[in-house]
T-cell receptor, first 112, second 113 residues
Framework: KQEVTQIPAALSVPEGENLVLNCSFTDSAIYNLQWFRQDPGKGLTSLLLIQSSQREQTSGRLNASLDKSSGRSTLYIAASQPGDSATYLCAVPTGGSEKLVFGKGTKLTVNP | NAGVMQNPRHLVRRRGQEARLRCSPMKGHSHVYWYRQLPEEGLKFMVYLQKENIIDESGMPKERFSAEFPKEGPSILRIQQVVRGDSAAYFC???????????FGAGTRLSVL
């Protein structure tokens, strides 16, 4: 059974700091991993999708890496801004199927 | 190209009533997924549908919950005889192909009084 853990559960940083969010999963037989952002009371915005054949994916100030063998992914946010404040979710498909298993998220607060 | 549309955004029901949540996938997408986010919990998969077919309903509670995705019109998640424990945010996602990126709607927040 796939389980996804995100550490830390919450993180508060000053504006401009670089930071790393962690995601680990128990079943390494995945074909991709997806990072989402969720703002309070809002839906999910897909940030990055990493295919299992990729090691990392970049979009602007965001960089996500994937190490399937160790069951880990990291989301790196450079030069954080107050607008980055949100909950970041990591999700992987389970058992070769299409249904996603989510971590509980990391709640990020970037202070001006 | 509109995203995944869910309505209503907020729904209030009294215990014992029925709740109907609607989801219109992105244009051209025929794969729909429903997830539930209970307070202080992560999102949990409920059901996966393609047009007129339920593909995987392994996450659906055995009673009171049903889902459909008719040939025409939106996907519907129906909860009969709601209880307080059904209060949650219900998210719909759609994808172009089975293993493609899932795009999420803004969710329907159900409150059961």
């Amino acid at each position: 059974k796939q389980e996804v853990t995100q550490i830390p559960a919450a993180l508060s940083v000053p504006e401009g700091e670089n930071l790393v969010l962690n995601c680990s999963f128990t079943d390494s037989a995945i074909y991709n991993l997806q990072w989402f952002r969720q703002d309070p009371g809002k839906g999910l915005t897909s940030l990055l999708l990493i295919q299992s054949s990729q090691r990392e994916q970049t979009s602007g100030r965001l960089n996500a890496s994937l190490d399937k063998s160790s069951g880990r992914s990291t989301l790196y946010i450079a030069a954080s801004q107050p607008g980055d404040s949100a909950t970041y979710l990591c999700a992987v498909p389970t058992g070769g199927s299409e249904k996603l298993v989510f971590g509980k998220g990391t709640k990020l607060t970037v202070n001006p | 190209n509109a995203g995944v549309m869910q309505n209503p955004r907020h729904l209030v029901r009294r215990r014992g009533q029925e709740a109907r949540l609607r989801c219109s996938p992105m244009k051209g997408h025929s794969h729909v997924y429903w997830y539930r986010q209970l307070p202080e919990e992560g999102l949990k998969f409920m059901v996966y549908l393609q047009k007129e077919n339920i593909i995987d309903e392994s996450g659906m509670p055995k009673e009171r919950f049903s889902a459909e995705f008719p040939k025409e019109g939106p996907s519907i998640l129906r909860i009969q005889q709601v209880v307080r424990g059904d209060s949650a945010a219900y998210f719909c996602a759609s994808s172009l192909n089975q293993y493609d990126i899932q795009y999420f709607g803004a969710g329907t927040r159900l409150s059961v009084l």
